[in-house]
């Protein structure tokens, strides 16, 4: 066996270890209990799909493939922060997703 047959063992063992992470993660994004919990979940998605597209990058010996990595990883980060905006709310006791005309609608009823 040469160095080489054997990254390319270890590379499709890590991806398919990763296939397996995949699935537990999106199992837990649409089970968790709360909303912080399918954030992370989400979250550990995108790093695992980095980190799978990076292995690819080096089975493959493509180094365009790092850029596509980092572009992803930018994309994936933007994504977690705006999801976080929306879902988690900024005040534990406040409500989320209170509208303003609902405020002033409530104000002049009573």
């Known amino acids: 066996m040469s160095v080489s047959e054997a990254y390319t063992i270890l590379y499709s063992a890590a991806l398919v270890l990763l296939a397996l992470l995949l699935v537990v ?18 979250n550990m998605i995108g790093t695992l799909v980095n980190a799978a597209i990076l292995i ?14 980092l572009i992803y990883t930018m994309i994936s980060f933007v994504s977690v922060l705006i999801l976080a905006r929306v879902f988690i709310p900024a005040k ?19």
């Open 25 to 42: 993660m999106l199992l837990r994004s649409t089970r968790g209990p709360g909303a912080a919990d399918r954030l992370l979940s989400i």
């Open 56 to 69: 690819l990058s080096a089975l493959l010996r493509e180094s365009w493939l790092v850029d596509v990595a």
């Open 92 to 110: 534990p006791g406040r409500k989320p997703f209170r509208q303003s005309g609902a405020k002033k609608e409530d104000d002049a009823n009573g």
